[in-house]
């Protein structure tokens, strides 16, 4: 007869168990035959069982009885004993367990009769899934574990309580607990084989319940993972409650042998083996399951920005169901921040006003917030009092939701509220999803902000304002559309259109009637050279000449070092704060953007023409333009411009009859001619807008468009998502 390893004979029964066990393991190999079996025990017949709360009193329990072997024995003392208030007793309880408490203890009973009479495990899960016919996959295996739950709990509660409980004491001497306890030591690898597999069963069963309660509108059997995981269910819960029986057996043999019976390598081996068996499980449904869940997502998705986009496009009596839509639909939080008071408000505050939405990631700079607050502050004094009271600016935080929300971005995003004198939204988590597909798709919002502007009716008057706001500033209020397209009728190719709002000084200068050169880029030497030749020139034709660096549009670090150098060096007017060079890049950027909205993208458009010049040499080298008072002369190049202006001799006879300004034209436009230097153009991949062709602003042909990875290594920008 077996031994066991205190020494002892081991009970017939305990040797027909090890044996029984051990065959069922290896010989039922051929999982079709005994899915087969399986399947054909399976007779749903409608019957609803509450799974979800059954479950969450089976995973309370089983959570509570995962214990250090070590210290079992020291838990039950009254200063170990857990002293928390019970959360999982519901009423809704006693309606379910009522009508499902007799099959419950059936299977209870089935589970202890293995291991009392030493059954064959596939045979006891076999009687288990007779017993369980007419349940659904889900229902069968949450039955199944609230039996074991039933057992499983009471051995843990007696071993927590018995020391300081008399009657807990008694049913545990019963039990045998005490002498167990005394010697968990030698338990400890059971119970954490147990444990193993018990984690393991409930990870597959929480599986079976989302799959199960997967939404069917949304996906069909059409989509691979759906079937594939249909397919395995009856597998995972098989195994798992195979698993039950035999976490079952291990614990009843304990309690009716004592210390008659330690597991033996077979026995671990089988628990083990089980658990390695689900996990395998687990994970592949798991797998299936998350792509089903993607599946219904993105269904979800495309079915909320279907109703969102059908929403925008119906005429409504005010803008309520639209600003909620957009901003946050529920009634139960005031999900605005007001920007002056910082307190809680809700969306009624902007009921049929016009309101503007401010869309932008967290990554909006300084920059465009100090000019953007302004703005703001001059639109208010702009408009009259009535005019202003219908207008509310709300800030529309949108984040990438695959990015983790750390510390660091929550503190960066409310450094970024605290600082905006206008509505907010609290938090960007509060901003649906389809909301940010729309966004992106209806009003192609990538990274840069935008302005849309609503009437108080919801409806869309215009989908980016944000760039007649920084050509206009408070000029362009009420920021529709039509008020753009009214602008630009007014507008023509002059200084003023160039540094409107940046400087009061070259507006004076404008006034004046002087000659003014604005001139860019970032080679020293050839600024160097053109401050110095357009001097010569100028005191030669004895003309006042004012000279007036812009910089460059990026490159911030290698910018401040060119005007320290200019400055020291005393060759021409500069903006000292690089707001003001940031601020004229992105003006000049916002007029050609502009027209692209209105759909103004004429080759003769005399205006969009001169545009794409200067913003082809900024990416060229050094470029000048020459004006005088309002009126702009040349464009050019830094090679044809200097050329021109070192070649003074050739054309300074004409300028006693023409003019500085029309000689100097005159011989730069013939050097242009003979030159022509290249023409190229950069748009950021956030740029919302990008035009798919382009024609030269120079000879009109279709340009070659090319994709470019650029890194200038000009500054260190903190991330905010470190």
Known sequence: MAMTTTGKMMPLAMQRLIKGGDRSMTTMSDDDMLMKQVVGTHVPDGREVDVELLLHLVEDILKRTNLDADTVSAVGSPAQMEN?????????????????????????????MKALNGGDAHATTLSIFNMLTPFSWDAKLVLTLAAFANNYGEFWLLAQIYSSNQLAKSMAILKQLPMIMEHSGVLKSLFDALDSLIQAMLKVTRCVVDFTELPSAYISSEVHALSAARDQVPTAVYWTIRSAVACASQITSLTSHGLEYITSTTEQWELSTLAHKLTNIYEHLLKQITICSQHIEEKRLVGAYQTLLNLIETIHIDNMK?????IYPKDDIQPLVEGTTKKRVSIEVLRRRNVLLLISGLDISQDELSILEQIHSESKLHATRQEMHQYELVWIPVVDRSVQWTDPMQKHFEGLKSTMPWYT?????????????????KWHFRNKPILVVLDPQG?????NAIHMMWIWGSNAFPFTTLRE??????ETWRLELLVDGIDQTILNWIKEGKYIFLYGGDDIEWIRKFTAAARLVASAARIPLEMVYVGKSGKREQLRRVIETINLEKLSYTWQDLTMVWYFWTRLESMFFSKIQLGKTDEYDPVMQQIKRLLSFDKTGGWAVLGRGSSIMVSGHGTTVLTALLEYDAWKVHVATKGYDVAFKEYHDKIQDVTHPCCRFEFQSTTGRIPESMRCPECKRVMEKLTTFVCCHDEVVPSIYE
Request: hydrophobic residues 45%; contains cysteine; negative net charge.
């Open 84 to 112: 928390m208030e019970d959360k999982t007793y519901r009423a809704s309880y006693n309606d379910e367990l009522d009508a499902l408490s007799y099959i419950i203890d059936r299977v209870s009973c089935e589970l202890n």
């Open 322 to 326: 639209i600003l909620k839509a957009l």
């Open 425 to 441: 939204v609290n938090h960007p988590s509060l901003i649906h999803k389809a909301v940010i597909l729309l966004i992106k798709e």
């Open 459 to 463: 409806r869309v008057v215009c989908p």
């Open 485 to 490: 397209e009214a602008l630009w009728k007014e």
